[in-house]
């Protein structure tokens, strides 16, 4: 028993020790319970919206002021016609417009009747219905304040419009999220176990010996899974158009010059992950856990980025799959060109340029 005692301490020490299996043990899960905690919820908060008052009475403000109080709305943006409309969704900041009626407060007054236009950007159907709820509900409770001491009631009536995808399809939403996703998690992995595999094989050395510059390794490695993650990048799109009818309003070139520079960006970091990990197994399990619930939970792939915490928003900006989300429904939906996407492109560049030169610095020349 005093051996079998002894043989357990031993056990105990060796984890102690082990750091990667102390992060394991207790980091991955409260990291994980704090994601999820915060990041699932049917909630919206702090969605910016934009105004468009037509009649700019005393009532109009009243309505205004008390949407803009409300948590899930803010930074309200005054527009002064339609026309701006489509200018302000394309930007992909604005997720709902209100227009107030002409002389809206003389009709609620002398119609007993008046009417408020909701248009919400439904690339995001799930977020688009809250709003449109949200908005309903706020404005139901304005109507019963102002109709409490008269006797005839006054009518706010709502008519909601949803813009870019009319029918609410959740394919629209799922379709662009699933394809970061795969070409994420596809591309990362591959790479990732690709120097690994050289190390626990005992052929790095050959590779050291070699003439070879590190930076020509790197490049080397990565030449290949970009052809290959191309053809799964068409194979998707493919399929997403014929198969799940899914719209490509913008630049099939741009669509797919966009998508071969996240496919660097996902290699680049996958081979990142692989000079700092010493076993295939290690970076598998860094790869797959560290990249797929970040890009699930954080890129606004299944929720709002605005109703994140502040801390989570900022780590969502250094997620790559939050920029090509945006630029792949701006593309397929919006039919928006490199005019309005070149933000989110330069990021995407800089974040590439980023891994691969990080990962030449990482890479070693000699064997531990």
């Known amino acids: 028993m005093k051996r079998f005692i002894g043989f357990i301490k031993k056990e ?34 702090n969605v910016d919206i934009a105004i468009l008052d037509k009649s700019k009475d005393v009532t109009t403000q009243e309505i205004i002021n008390k949407i803009s109080s409300s948590k899930y709305f803010s930074n309200k943006q005054l527009i002064e016609n339609e026309a701006e409309i489509a200018s302000v969704f394309k930007k992909g900041k604005v997720k709902a417009v209100l227009i107030f009626e002409n002389d ?22 799930n977020t688009a219905n809250t709003i449109s709820n949200f908005t309903n509900s706020i404005l139901h409770n304005y109507q019963q304040e102002i109709n409490k001491d008269i006797k005839i009631a006054y009518q706010i009536i709502p008519q909601t419009q949803m813009a870019y995808n009319a029918e609410l399809k959740s394919v629209f939403m799922f379709v662009p999220g699933v394809m970061t996703i795969i070409l994420m998690l596809v591309s990362a992995m591959m790479t990732s176990i690709s120097i690994t ?37 068409i194979v998707i799109i493919v399929l997403s158009i014929f198969i799940f009818k899914m719209p490509v309003q913008g630049s099939l070139i741009m669509l797919g010059a966009e998508s071969i520079l996240f496919i660097i960006n996902a290699l680049s970091l996958g081979i990142l992950i692989s000079t700092f990990s010493e076993t295939q197994q290690t970076a598998m399990l860094v790869s797959f856990m ?40 701006g593309i397929m939906l919006k039919g928006v060109g490199l005019a309005i996407l070149w933000k989110e492109t330069l990021i995407l560049l800089g974040m590439t340029v980023f891994f691969m030169a990080l990962s030449i610095k990482k890479y070693k020349i000699r064997l531990e």
């Open 197 to 233: 595999k050289e190390k626990e094989l005992g052929t790095m050395e050959i590779l050291l010996v070699s003439p070879l510059k590190p930076f020509q390794v790197i490049i080397g490695k990565v030449v290949p899974y970009i052809f290959l993650s191309v053809i799964n990048a």
């Open 12 to 45: 105990f020490y060796h984890i102690f020790r082990d750091k990667r299996s102390l992060f394991i043990l207790f980091g991955m899960p409260i990291a994980q319970i704090m994601l999820f905690g915060f990041a699932i919820t049917n909630e919206i908060n």
């Open 104 to 125: 809206f407060s003389k009709k609620l007054i002398k119609e007993n009747k008046a009417t408020i236009q909701i248009i919400t950007d439904a690339t995001d159907p």
């Open 290 to 329: 560290g990249l797929l619930l970040p890009v699930m939970l954080l890129s606004g792939f299944i929720f709002p980025i605005s109703s994140l915490p502040n801390i989570l928003q900022i780590i969502s900006t250094i997620i790559p799959a939050t920029w090509y989300i945006i630029i792949l429904k």
